[in-house]
């Protein structure tokens, strides 16, 4: 697999988790804004499997009307979306307030597997 896309999948692809658990996930799977080396200020996770996730790429999405590069879910997926308390913090304190919410996905896809989370909606 290529290197994209398993960030991809340490980053925004996770079989359960809650809004309250995103501190404990983010600092386990080792998720930071890698070029300033601070805390990361957004971060998606996707509730479901991997499968279900690259079917987007394959079959389950369709052209993004704003962008072609992109791909949108043509179902919703059930998120957590963690947002940084505070900017600007430094690591390794990273403080998030987690959200719930079932919305569309927005990814970009390489040889059909996604190597991009762009947004919700
Ligand atoms: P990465 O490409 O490393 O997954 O857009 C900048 C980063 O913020 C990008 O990081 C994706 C992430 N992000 C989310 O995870 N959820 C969002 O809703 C948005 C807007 C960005």
Excluded: W
């Excluded at 501190?23 to 200020?41: F, G, L, M, P």
């Excluded at 499968?51 to 962008?67: A, R, S």
């Excluded at 949108?72 to 940084?84: A, G, H, P």
């Amino acid at each position: 697999y290529n290197e994209r896309y398993k960030t991809f999948r340490r980053q925004h692809v996770i079989g359960k988790m809650a809004a309250k658990d995103c501190d404990k996930v983010i600092k386990k799977r080792k998720i930071k804004n890698s070029e300033t080396a601070k805390c990361k200020e957004v971060n998606t996770f996707v509730i479901a499997s991997i499968k279900e996730v690259c079917e987007v790429c394959q079959t389950m999405g369709k052209p993004y009307h704003k962008n072609k590069t992109y791909i949108e879910s043509v179902k919703t997926f059930q998120l957590v979306v963690c947002k940084l308390k505070s900017k600007g913090k430094r690591l390794p304190k990273c403080a998030y307030r987690g959200q719930e919410c079932n919305q569309h996905i927005v990814l970009s896809c390489e040889k059909g597997l996604p190597v991009h989370f762009q947004r919700s909606f």
